[in-house]
């Protein structure tokens, strides 16, 4: 058995609505059990070019599951769950309805074209490392430390809901 952790971000439609049909899909995927879901923030969208006021904003979190199925075969339920809620892939760092990150599956660090861990940019994201906090408040992240310090150090604005 394998803990996972999955960060969740939505900016376009019903936000609450598709989060909480997306914790509702990964809990019914075979050999995924959900362990927790962190509170919900709001957070300013972050685009290539920075902080984006005028896009509309993301409501970010994360869940913790415990998992019998590879990191491959987790992340492919996640790309599937991600295109039953309509996601596209446009823009670089563009708006979504849905975005499903794995972000640490047991200390693993995989490098491969399909499936990088730990997610290599969730280090800098306090939209991923203050929902995983309330977790797992000791938690750490491979090659980077603990995830109370890195959260310390980042930048964006997380609000929580
Ligand atoms: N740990 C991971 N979690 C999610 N996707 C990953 C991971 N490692 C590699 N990928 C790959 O990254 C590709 C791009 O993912 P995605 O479109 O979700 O990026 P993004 O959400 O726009 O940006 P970011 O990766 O910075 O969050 C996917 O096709 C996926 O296979
Ligand atoms: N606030 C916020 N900004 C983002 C997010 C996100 O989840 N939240 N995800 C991105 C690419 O994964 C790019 N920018």
């Known amino acids: 058995m394998s ?3 999955i ?10 609505a598709t989060i909480a049909g997306a914790v509702r899909e990964l809990a019914e995927v075979p050999g ?4 927790a879901v962190s509170p919900v923030y709001e957070t300013p969208a972050i685009t290539d070019a920075g902080v984006d006021l005028d896009a509309p904003g993301y409501l970010n979190g994360v869940v913790i599951v415990e998992t019998t199925i590879t990191p491959h075969a987790l ?8 295109a039953s809620h309509g996601r596209q892939r446009l823009k ?5 309805t849905l975005d499903l990150d794995l972000i640490d599956v047991d200390g693993l660090v995989i490098d491969d074209t399909g499936l990088q861990l730990p997610h290599p940019r969730a280090w800098q994201r306090a ?6 906090l309330d977790l797992e408040p000791d938690a750490v992240l491979p090659g980077r430390g603990r995830i109370a310090a890195l959260r310390a150090a980042a930048p964006d604005e997380v609000t929580r809901r």
């Open 3 to 5: 803990r996972a952790v």
């Open 7 to 16: 960060a969740f971000g939505a900016n376009l439609g019903d936000r609450e």
């Open 32 to 35: 995924v059990e959900l362990a």
């Open 75 to 82: 992340l492919a339920a996640l790309h599937e769950i991600e």
């Open 92 to 96: 670089h760092w563009g708006d979504r």
């Open 127 to 132: 939209f991923v490392l203050q929902p995983w």
